[in-house]
């Protein structure tokens, strides 16, 4: 099944749809620009079984991805602007952040920080 016939296709899908103030206060649309690099993300994620728990829309305006493992989070929006951030963080209260630059091989580099991360093998000891 290709991402979009799938559960976060389907999501991206209904994040196209949404309008300014879809939170009930000002919060701006995701962009077509932000939901193409989600969508690209998930294609990466799915070929390494390092699927979300969440896509979401971001208050900020783009698309918020969350994965999960115990205690550790790690929590990647896809800005409206065109770029990314990420957010590694656990129940200590420490985190760090980092850009995200679009693109497959940027994507992969990312991905094995945050399996490390979420696998407790801790870029941030």
Not at 21 to 33: I, L
Not at 57 to 66: D, Y
């Amino acid at each position: 099944m290709s991402l979009t016939q799938g559960k976060w296709g389907a999501e991206l899908k209904k994040l196209g749809t949404l309008r300014q103030g879809w939170n009930g206060y000002d919060a701006p649309a995701p962009a077509k620009v932000a939901i193409e690099m989600a969508r690209q993300y998930l294609q990466i994620v799915k070929c390494w079984d390092f699927n979300p728990k969440r896509v979401e829309p971001s208050v900020m305006g783009g698309v918020g991805i969350t994965h999960r493992q115990g205690s550790r989070k790690v929590y990647i929006e896809f800005y409206n602007d065109g770029t990314g951030h990420s957010l590694f963080s656990d129940s200590s209260g420490r985190m760090q952040t980092m850009s995200v630059t679009p693109g497959a091989g940027d994507f992969r580099r990312f991905v094995v920080k945050a399996k490390n991360y979420l696998s407790d093998r801790d870029f941030m000891r």
